[in-house]
């Protein structure tokens, strides 16, 4: 049984130094202690106690019914199980809809043992990205296809590939780190987008379904292990379970295979 001192922190610094060193980094969502547990011991850096537990836990079609008691309450499950790994915690939709509702909000999730947390959004996000930043909060911006606005978005679809879409992402994308956004997710972008952002930045860079050039890479932890409640899976989703003969060899394939540049392949990628 490992104690305390024998855990390895994983730290902002360290994902820092992992970008400027050229080595990528992995992160998972995990809303329990058990799997937590298994996904730190695995070697996995960073930890999301993401609200896509609305629908891979709660059977919710979207994210927006997730409440912050409800992350808290599975925010404090990771944490205990969780062996180093950063946790970042998802602030739910509309949670951060006004400035004192966010410091407010992100303040509870930091209490409840996050390391930092996730917003969705572009230009509008970056008040919030530096008033949370000023206070101490690491904040990862989240940009591209943000889940939290599904019903303006009209669907699931690939975000940036027309021109005009593209540069605003690109530009959002610097103010947010000028702001003081201390990381950027991108969701369903094209390869060539995300390769421009994630070289534009300094700030790490994670990508879901934005190819293999991004800093870090995360997966729904459901997706990878094959048990997607959706009868097609996203394009960008593999299913670990198949070469692999137990989770804990899976969660270790799939820190291999970023590190390795095996994943995401062609297959998994938006051009
Ligand atoms: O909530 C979540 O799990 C996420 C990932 C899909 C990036 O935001």
Not at 91 to 118: C, H, I, W
Not at 182 to 194: I, S
Request: with cysteine.
């Amino acid at each position: 049984m490992s104690t305390k001192s024998e855990k390895k922190l994983i730290t902002l610094s360290t994902i820092n130094k992992l970008k400027k060193e050229g080595e990528k980094f992995t992160c998972l969502t995990a809303y329990e202690s058990t799997m937590a547990s298994v996904i730190s011991k695995s070697g996995v850096d960073i930890i999301l106690v993401g609200d896509s537990l609305g629908m891979v836990i709660q059977g919710h079609d979207s994210t927006l019914p997730v409440t912050m008691d409800q992350l808290i309450y599975h925010l404090e499950c990771v944490v205990r199980g969780n062996n180093g790994s950063h946790v970042m915690a998802d602030m739910p939709f509309m949670s951060y809809a006004t400035d004192d509702l966010g410091l407010e909000n992100a303040k509870r999730l930091m209490q409840a043992g996050a390391n930092s947390v996730k917003i969705e959004g572009g230009e509008w996000i970056s008040k919030m990205a530096q008033a949370l930043s000023d206070r101490g909060i690491p904040v990862c911006a989240h940009m591209g296809l943000t889940p939290q606005t599904i019903n303006r978005l009209g669907g699931h679809n690939v975000q940036g590939r027309d021109p005009s879409q593209k540069e605003k992402i690109i530009n959002e994308a610097i103010s947010l780190e000028k702001a003081g956004a201390a990381m950027l997710l991108l969701e369903c972008v094209p390869e060539d987008l995300a390769k421009e952002v994630t070289n534009e930045l300094k700030i790490p860079v994670i990508g879901i379904g934005a190819g293999v050039h991004t800093d870090g890479q995360i997966m729904v932890v459901h997706d990878m292990l094959g048990i997607s409640c959706l009868d097609n899976p996203p394009k960008f989703v593999k299913n670990f379970m198949e070469e692999s003969s137990s989770i804990e060899h899976a969660i270790v394939n799939f820190v291999k295979d970023v590190k390795d540049l095996k994943f995401p392949s062609e297959e998994h990628t938006f051009k």
